[in-house]
């Protein structure tokens, strides 16, 4: 079957979808989503340049369709982002930032589908949410201004504050630390006070600790076994693992370690498309230790990595109630 439905939206022009992602609707708020489970957040880069799927879905019926899809794979939030911020990314001014995601939330939202955005500029982060975003996804870190702060404070909607160093790149720089967990956990709580001082409500507030932003070595490594300090702040947790270069050298060396060395070659660092398995059981191991939600390029797989996580906490604890 290969029927198609049309609809003229907010794109501005006829969207072609699969009668499957015609029929989606999302959750239709921050308030309905699951309880009692890590929740999914798919990633949607409406960008040229982003690491991982840069320039796939840089056009708006692609990025509504691709949204769409992430829903039916299992995503209970979709994080729209129209900025790259890998290290070494170029910054993009905020009109052209704004042109590439409103049309698409607006898009996203006529179908419930719940949304955080993802930019560090508060100008979009309002028309954002204007257009139907539900959540404000930052990663500016240390450099948060308080216009973004009062920005949360007058609308009330949840807040991603994200632990990063420095800029898409200086970033690298600035991956030192004393104690990467309790490092990475102070600047977090200096931060929030930013936040509370301004009169912004605790229970906005959701804390990333950051992986890949002005980390380096087995830093990112540290923070998920350290996830318990971040936990037990109070705040739900978001853990941002996906494809990034930390698993991609972990499974280089893994490969290279399982050559033998008389016939061994220097093995290549996979390509993020390939990290998705090992995404997975990150999100496996988070949602183990009560992480809010994990936000991924593939939804299906980590869906199904925290759906098993849920299940076997919920058989043991059946256990030992008997």
Known sequence: MTASSSTSGSLG???ELSPEQESVRGWGSFDNLPRGRTLVMGILNVTPDSFSDGGQHADRSGAVRHAL???LAGADIVDVGGESTRPGASPV???????RILPVIRELAARGVVMSVDTMHGETARRAVEAGAHIINDVSGERVTDDMIDLVRDTGVPYILTHARGDSRSMD?????????????AELLEWRERFLDRGVKREQLILDPGLGFAKAG???????????????IGHPVLIAASRKRFIGTLMARSREESIDESGGADLQVPPPSERDAATAAISALAAERGAWAVRVHDAASSRNAVDVTRKLLATEASGDAS
């Open 173 to 185: 720089r600035r991956a030192v630390y004393e104690n990467t967990v309790e490092d990475v956990r």
């Open 13 to 15: 022009g006829e969207l």
């Open 69 to 71: 899809d992430l829903v």
């Open 93 to 99: 001014a905020v009109p052209t930032e704004q042109d």
């Open 218 to 232: 087995d830093q990112d490594w540290d923070l998920l076994a350290g996830m318990g300090r971040f936990t037990d």
